[in-house]
């Protein structure tokens, strides 16, 4: 299974735009890169998911270079209720599970 | 409105006593998961099951039991052998797993506390 490594923490401040940068060396050709947010006291809720290049949706972006050894979630203008664990997730090898790591505690200070 | 239901929110258990966690979801998956989390820690997992019948240990499935009887019910023991079992547990569902990484449900999970 790819490993991915991420910051443990980051802050920012109301209104600025959030990326947080996941490293995926040792992506294999048929991994997707998915990322999860989750609050305090609740499950992980899925974010976005991608294979290469751009994914938008209406919660955030995903940008992936051409080699996909990394990733960036990108959150725009973040409010206070954006502050939560983010995880970078990377592929599963067929009749595995996801495994998740401590992932990036955001937190959004007005 | 389709969904993962986990119940009971918050269980105590007393010293030596197995108790079951639920988890049923309508979602039509095919696979379901359980998983452990302590504060301030990631996501650790427990046990999964890709099809009824048949489910797989996960890192830490030592004192807990699953089964799958049924492709909406994925229940999970803490049974006494389990030492520490104090945490927050979640379960989640998808549609399968394999090459591709399919999106994970979760649901709000149950807080056990051991008294």
């Known amino acids: 299974l790819a490993k991915t490594t991420q910051p443990i923490s980051m802050d920012s401040y109301e209104g600025q735009e959030v990326n947080i940068t996941c490293s995926h060396n040792?992506?294999?050709?048929?991994?997707?890169i998915t990322w999860y947010q989750q609050f305090p006291s609740q499950g992980p809720r899925f974010i976005i998911q991608?294979?290469?290049t751009k994914v938008t949706n209406e919660v955030a972006s995903l940008f992936i270079p051409a080699d996909r050894k990394s990733s960036t979630l990108s959150l725009p203008r973040v409010s206070l209720s954006d502050t939560a664990v983010y995880y970078c997730?990377?592929?599963?090898?067929?009749?595995?599970?996801?495994?998740f790591g401590k992932g990036t505690t955001l937190s959004v200070s007005s | 409105d389709g969904g993962i239901t986990q119940s009971p929110k918050y269980l105590f258990r007393k010293e030596g006593q197995n108790v079951t966690l639920s988890c049923e979801q309508n979602?039509?998956?095919?696979?379901m998961y359980w998983y452990r989390q302590d504060p301030g820690q990631g996501l650790r997992l427990i046990y999964y099951?890709?099809?009824?019948?048949?489910?797989q240990k996960g890192d830490i499935a030592e004192g807990y039991s699953v089964s799958r009887e049924k492709k909406e019910s994925f229940p999970l023991t803490v049974t006494s052998a389990q030492k520490n079992p104090t945490a927050f547990y979640l379960c989640?569902?998808?549609?399968?797993?394999?090459?591709?990484?399919?999106?994970?449900?979760f649901g709000s999970g149950t807080r056990l506390t051991v008294v």
């Open positions: 989640a569902s998808s549609m399968g797993t394999g090459a591709t990484n399919y999106g994970y449900t």
């Open positions: 040792n992506i294999a050709t048929n991994d997707y």
């Open positions: 991608g294979y290469k």
């Open positions: 997730l990377v592929g599963e090898k067929a009749g595995t599970a996801l495994i």
């Open positions: 979602l039509n998956h095919d696979a």
């Open positions: 099951s890709q099809i009824v019948n048949d489910f």
